[in-house]
């Protein structure tokens, strides 16, 4: 008999990829979905593309109802509060916010400039990242959210990070429109954002405190840009390497990258030297779940270049969220999931 | 048992899309698809999102074994002289390409400018388009391809034509690049094509042979332009009624269109009075086999504005086929062909 | 020397353009800039095209003092209220805005749905068009904006609407996003607005109200869309031409329209045989003041399509508004318009 | 009396823009402009935005004449063979291609893969990036080229490497499609192109070269990035400085950069801590000979990140090979420079 699944916040884009793929999951049946400001409205009046395709509207998160899984798709800092109402209604929460990703409370305030709301609840939650944190999700009852760009940092960067081999790295992710999430700005107005090579953080994102809890204290020198897109993220990393390190020629990395990532079914080595889609590429993932690796050894150096590339709406948020519900609710990982992308696009 | 599925061309847009579609399509299993370009290699060179999801190889055409179905997705004139050789090896098939679409060889001549090479196989082709067609394709063993454009002209237009009530139409059909297929030539030079709104057919464009055929002699006065899209077709028509006609309101129209469309799956009438996706959008049928149609009367005059939407790879091509493939060996037609599309995109 | 020029409403997109323009116009200085918004701030910070070209500063439009010729860029319905006050301070008033475009204050009111303020001034303004009120503007003091969408109607089909030849015409016109002025709303957000192809006027759009002034009442059904673009009209009109109508070939129509325009220093004509860039293309024109023109003859019918293209900004606002400058003081018409466009672009 | 211009190879997309600057350039004439393809047509034909311009034709390279000054916009590897010829034409040559950019022809060889076909003449040629070599360029008859992505780097970072500061750097730069020249290729086509993250060269771009000779033996590790863009090249660099550098703070940085460039016409330092155009941006310098220079120091490291944008045809190309005629024929640096570029665009 399939789960009843509940989504609170699902009028934005997470909330949306979310119906998306559970409107479509073999073992679930959504049954409630919440938004504060469109009570009452079909869904497919806020995401067009699932006209016809479901008959829900969307009620108050103050009526939601005892359901299996409760998804939440909040803004940063909205799922604390609500934790204790969900955790009556539900045996199984995956929150896609960031407020328990981190396991410390003082990173939290480190990084998001104020208290944790709920840091007793901390510890029950596992970063919702099954190729970091699969066992640990299996026996779990609530998972985390992941950030977007952190998944790509950390899902390129952990073979290296975990054999010891990275000594530190610069990153440049560039990113998508609707990474901002579907809130309108000066900075989304479509004149100003359109065709944009925008450096909107030069260092410091919020981002690399998942990746220092993932991959520990390496030097990771982020910079975020904008550019013309509205799905992706695009992550190239120069990875200083420690001095005689292994990898000296790219079949080392082949060996030590397939080592890591051969059985993942969301994790596929693009690093081809031929063709037109040479290295990972994001408009390939669109709407998939898939995180796609390349690299590259530069000659006469120890700097190992690392691309990545996924779709921020699904591997970077709803589609992991999903994946660990499969794994937390112990059906095949990939159920749901198996959209394989566009070409041409 | 799951039906043998071959795909002749299989590496060109169309091919592309029927290898996506039937690769996750539940009762056909794809057993081997040709390129006489690329023999021995992988599919997933040519076609990168499919990587890790097939391990087919592209074989010579002229090593085509016997199967069930046999889809063709070749250049145009290409199919009627294959026609006997798998003809021999498969009791079913799908032709994707222009030669089997015109039921009148003389049709043929005038359109495409020469003899066809085939013409007493013509009468055993229906055009393979379900919603104009079902009950022929139920019982045929050859369907015929569409025209991306054509489609969207015809199911944008048959309900007023049916109705008698057309007069005449103008149609403004905005295409994208997809739509001139895969191989590169001055024009899709991207910085020559990246932006343009280019009329490259002022008047007379072929597929208005289909849609004579289809809908009879109204006069339909049709441009097509290239614009800033990958894939996807709009269409705009300002259709003069018939004076006296009974569509005074829009409720009429509505009327009307639902008669004709209600019990389609693959037309969704979308014509809103709020929101921002109030008519039909390609972009959010990219990768869906949806036409999307809607319509505005025009105030103190005898015009009606319809609009229709479409990804003219899926709808225009090969999800139209699978479709027909689902009539012609009795599926549930919408079988292989759920997704709903993405947003935001 | 040099005539002092003040714009008020600077911020806007077409307050940016007239400092672009202005800025660099040999006869002219730009002594003073105005928005209620910016009041204090640098021109550059708003504008960014413009850092280290000025060091103009907004002030109030309170602040506002004599100069030789003020440019007004305000929303509708706030230049009538201004006009006074401007009256007092410059000799010269040139409008951006729809305010006195309209010749009949009954007009005003049908179209845009209310009293118009100042209907005693409409008949001091001249419609601010030069290929179509060259004389009238060399005596004026006060010039009107143009409508953008207006200006491609017009010039586009006035040769043949004068010419007696036009029974009726659809229009088809794209345009971009800049067309929606520089405030941010749901509609303008990057990932909603990127890649649509949506119709948002299907009829009865306002600048109809100045196609009918400028060429009588022919029935014209227009529909506009928005398309990924910033900057650019492009319109498609199938015209059926009164029955005999002495167009019978497409030399027929080149004299027709090179009789119209052949003096006239930024209408292009553009229907070639051959070439990517046969037809007109908005994108050609990015930053000029140009319209181009193209047509098509239909073959077996009495079907002309017209094509026209422009940068809503600049012959569609601003280079209208400093043309009309050049005219009403005697200066050559082209004088600060020479940017010839860009390719790549 | 205006200086007689020749271009030589004026079919590509840096010969288009010579041309477009050229024609409006106070102090020359272009007199003839060669293209071994298109002898005979028209300019407009292959220029588009040029309709209306100019009346000149490409003429034979073998039927060029004696002129002031020769502009060569030809292949790599086509300038060094030409040479003897223009120099008895024209008393001034300045190229474009990569021919003559290093100095020392066994650099040409190592990173251009074949021996030098004139390396006599590499000691008249000046580098012709008058920020770097003004004071020879004053002196010089010969000017070369310069690579797009390498103007971007050396103005970038030469500040921190004539300090001494700069340890080592990695650098992500990103281009548009214009950078691979107006033929068309598989790797060009729309379909394929568009909306594409493709990091086209992971290490070793021959660039570099240039980056050496200019700012010497620092470890530049530069990727090399193909983003959704027509026109421009934006830079983001993660510069590790020397420990102990007395950059601390963001001042000390605008200190350094203000000193390099303050009197530069094209180099405008952009860092600003509100707005939406804080850092460079390319979109804003389409058409522009600037190059645009930001940073941002992180926090907790000695990490400086600097950032650039350019045009890669203008300021990487002609716009740069015009402001070197500029310098080296006395007229003022600016002239015919001035385009301010767009926004929005």
Redesign the interface.
């Known amino acids: 008999m399939s789960k009843r699944v509940g989504i609170v916040g699902g009028s934005g884009?997470v909330g949306?990829e979310l119906l998306?793929l559970l409107?479509?999951h073999p073992e679930v049946q959504v049954t409630q979905v919440t938004s504060r400001r469109y009570v009452g409205r079909y869904i497919h009046?806020i995401?067009?593309?699932?006209?016809?395709?479901t008959d829900l509207r969307f009620k108050s998160p103050d009526d939601l109802e005892a359901c299996d899984v409760i998804f939440v798709a909040l803004p940063h800092g909205e799922t604390a509060s609500g934790l204790d109402q969900w955790a009556d209604l539900a045996a199984y929460i995956i929150d896609c916010s960031p407020d328990f990703r981190l396991r410390d409370a003082s990173d939290y305030k480190r990084w998001y400039g104020r208290d944790h709301e709920a840091p007793e609840m901390l510890s029950h939650f596992v970063y919702g990242l099954p190729e970091r944190h699969r066992a640990q999700l299996t026996e779990a009852r609530y998972a985390s959210g992941v950030g977007c760009n952190a998944v790509a940092v950390i899902l390129a960067l952990a073979p290296l990070a975990e054999a010891g081999l990275l000594e530190t790295a610069?990153v440049?992710i560039?990113v998508?429109?609707?990474e901002g999430g579907?809130?309108?700005?000066?900075?989304?107005?479509?004149?100003?954002?359109?065709?944009?090579?925008?450096?909107y953080s030069?260092?410091?994102h919020r981002h690399l405190a998942e990746v220092e809890q993932e991959l520990g204290s390496i030097?990771i020198?982020l910079?975020v840009?904008a550019?013309?897109?509205?799905?992706?993220i695009?992550l190239?990393a120069?990875c200083f390497l420690r001095s005689g390190s292994q990898l000296r020629e790219e079949k080392d990395v082949w060996a030590l990258y397939r080592e890591a990532y051969a059985e993942e079914p969301f994790v596929?080595l693009?690093a081809?030297r031929t063709?037109?889609?040479r290295?990972p590429?994001?408009?390939?993932l669109?709407?998939t779940n898939?995180c796609d690796i390349?690299f590259?050894l530069?000659?006469g150096?120890e700097?190992l270049?690392v691309?990545a590339?996924l779709d921020n709406l699904v591997k970077g948020a709803a589609g992991s969220a999903v994946q660990s519900m499969n794994v937390m609710l112990g059906w095949d990982e990939t159920t749901g999931l198996?959209?394989?992308?566009?070409?041409?696009?």
Chains 1, 2, 3, 4 share one sequence.
């Open positions: 884009y949306g998306r409107l479509f009046q995401h067009p593309n699932l006209r016809g395709v610069t440049e560039k998508g429109s609707s579907s809130l309108a700005n000066d900075a989304s107005h479509h004149p100003e954002r359109s065709g944009v090579v925008r450096v030069p260092s410091g030097p020198h910079t840009t550019i013309e897109m509205v799905r992706g695009h190239t120069h596929r693009v081809s063709g037109l889609y290295y590429e994001p408009k390939l669109i709407g898939y390349g590259a530069e000659k150096s700097v270049i691309m590339a198996s959209f394989p992308g566009l070409h041409p696009v």
